[in-house]
């Protein structure tokens, strides 16, 4: 599976921002797929995942009702709108996939992060 995320930037707190992950390979059917973010000095989290196929979906407790994550199969594509920004929210975005949609620590396809800096 290769994964190429797009669409970070920087906004202002309140506001709100998209991310793509563009997603190839003849297995990704059989994934889910997810965004995770690492804040400068912290771990690697997981934000919110999807199941390629039947879409599923699961989220952290501290993006529950602020973000959505949602595919388009015509497309190949993976978005995470996000809305109600808060400035902890300032991360690179990873878009990965994974096996398993529950157990984060199973993704292992990785694409290169996006920035997103969320300013108060």
């Known amino acids: 599976v290769q994964l190429q995320a797009s669409g970070g930037g920087l906004v202002q707190a309140g506001g709100s921002l998209r991310l793509s992950c563009a997603a190839s390979?003849?297995?990704?059917?059989?994934?889910?797929l997810g965004w995770f973010r690492q804040a400068p000095g912290k771990e690697r989290d997981f934000v919110a995942g999807?199941?390629?196929?039947?879409?599923?979906?699961y989220y952290a407790d501290s993006v529950k009702g602020r973000f959505t994550i949602s595919r388009d199969h015509a497309a190949n594509t993976v978005y995470l709108q996000m809305n109600s920004l808060k400035s902890e929210d300032t991360a690179v975005y990873y878009c990965?996939?994974?096996?398993?949609?529950?157990?984060?620590?199973?993704?292992?396809?990785w694409g290169q992060g996006t920035q997103v800096t969320v300013s108060s």
């Open positions: 990965a996939a994974g096996p398993n949609l529950y157990s984060v620590r199973t993704y292992d396809y």
């Open positions: 390979g003849r297995t990704v059917s059989r994934y889910a």
């Open positions: 999807i199941h390629w196929s039947g879409g599923s979906t």
